[in-house]
């Protein structure tokens, strides 16, 4: 078996390549990758931290990591949940909103793009690999 046939490897070298083409587009919007994610699942909705690491697939400490610079450029504005005092709703402000809108057709752009250069069921194999540790023993 060569390392060019293993999933993991594979998997990872694909991850860094399309970070790359995502990171390369938003960046001229001032944000990262996992910056334009938490935007677009906060867009329209407020969510607690936990709700928002369950919804992404990432533990609660990196969201709170990732959520701090949109905090302090005043994209997201977090308040003490009405029904449970201890836990923190994240919601956009009116310069996330902003920010996610225009960075939104660069997304886009390199969403198509990526679907443009790979095989029709793409995405479904990666939705398919995400959920492995639901399927496997």
């Keep these: ?60 400490a990196t969201v709170s990591r990732n959520l701090r610079p949109l905090l302090q450029r005043q994209m997201v504005r977090s308040e003490a949940d009405g029904t449970d005092g201890r836990q923190l709703l994240y919601s956009l402000t009116n310069q996330g909103t902003l920010a996610f809108r225009k960075a939104l057709p660069a997304w886009r752009e390199v969403q198509q793009q990526t679907a443009d250069c790979l095989p029709q069921g793409a995405l479904a194999m990666l939705h398919a690999i995400a959920q492995l540790d639901n399927q496997m023993p």
Excluded: K, N, W
């Design 1 to 60: 078996m060569h390392l060019q046939d293993c999933f993991c490897s594979s998997a990872r070298r694909a991850a860094r390549t399309l970070t790359a083409r995502y990171e390369a587009a938003l960046a001229p919007h001032g944000l990262s990758l996992p910056q334009f994610e938490l935007l677009a699942v906060l867009h329209g909705t407020a969510r607690s931290g936990r709700a928002i690491a369950a919804g992404i697939g990432l533990d609660a």
